[in-house]
């Protein structure tokens, strides 16, 4: 995705948009149908061949060939890439607040890249976010990285008509959560 040394090994953290294909290992894989999440990359969102069709048609979005090394079928899976939003979709000091209270520690810097990441949380115990700056995109994720140890992610804004064909498609596998949700909901 990032090139061999385009993102971080300590933290996981890019450190340029993404480059090339998501890289997944066939590990005895069946073929996938609609959509899912790969198991490491909590902001990346693949999806199969008659799906991308689908999104294409309808989004202007951005999807690339997911590589699946070990694979001789081509065009097997697709991710959608998301636009990294320009502008931050929370206030810090609400994020640590937050964080700190649920942790005990907001966030750390990588000792490595000395870039700083927030910690993990359920959406729906985050503040609202901002996503005012990602208006008009089918498909936003967060300048702010999420996550602990070696994994980390973005938060994802996606266009509630492009949510309800991915959860059609699998729906099992997603949840939608609307950042407008009532307190306690």
């Known amino acids: 995705?990032?090139?061999?040394?385009?993102?971080?090994?300590?933290?996981?953290?890019?450190?340029?948009?993404?480059?090339?294909?998501?890289?997944?290992?066939?590990?005895?894989?069946?073929?996938?149908?609609?959509?899912?999440?790969?198991?490491?990359?909590?902001?990346?969102?693949?999806?199969?061949?008659?799906?991308?069709?689908?999104?294409?048609?309808?989004?202007?979005?951005?999807?690339?060939?997911?590589?699946?090394?070990?694979?001789?079928?081509?065009?097997?899976?697709?991710?959608?890439?998301?636009?990294?939003?320009?502008?931050?979709?929370?206030?810090?000091?609400?994020?640590?607040?937050?964080?700190?209270e649920a942790h005990g520690v907001a966030g750390r810097d990588c000792g490595q890249c000395q870039r700083w990441r927030w910690m993990p949380l359920d959406s729906k115990h985050l503040p609202k976010p901002n996503i005012e700056s990602s208006s008009g995109l089918s498909l936003a994720a967060s300048p702010e990285f999420f996550g602990d140890g070696r994994k980390s992610f973005r938060l994802l804004a996606i266009d509630p008509r492009l949510a309800e064909l991915i959860v059609s498609r699998s729906p099992g596998d997603f949840l939608v959560r609307s950042w407008h949700h009532p307190a306690g909901e």
């Not at 385009?6 to 005895?28: D, F, R, Y």
């Not at 008659?50 to 048609?57: C, H, V």
């Not at 694979?71 to 502008?87: C, G, N, T, W």
């Open 1 to 100: 995705m990032y090139g061999n040394h385009g993102w971080c090994a300590s933290c996981g953290m890019p450190n340029i948009t993404q480059t090339g294909s998501l890289v997944l290992k066939n590990n005895g894989m069946t073929e996938p149908t609609g959509a899912w999440l790969p198991n490491w990359r909590h902001d990346s969102i693949c999806v199969d061949p008659g799906l991308s069709e689908e999104i294409r048609s309808e989004f202007d979005l951005e999807l690339r060939e997911v590589e699946i090394r070990g694979q001789v079928r081509e065009k097997l899976a697709f991710q959608i890439v998301p636009a990294i939003s320009k502008q931050p979709w929370f206030r810090p000091e609400e994020l640590t607040s937050v964080l700190s």
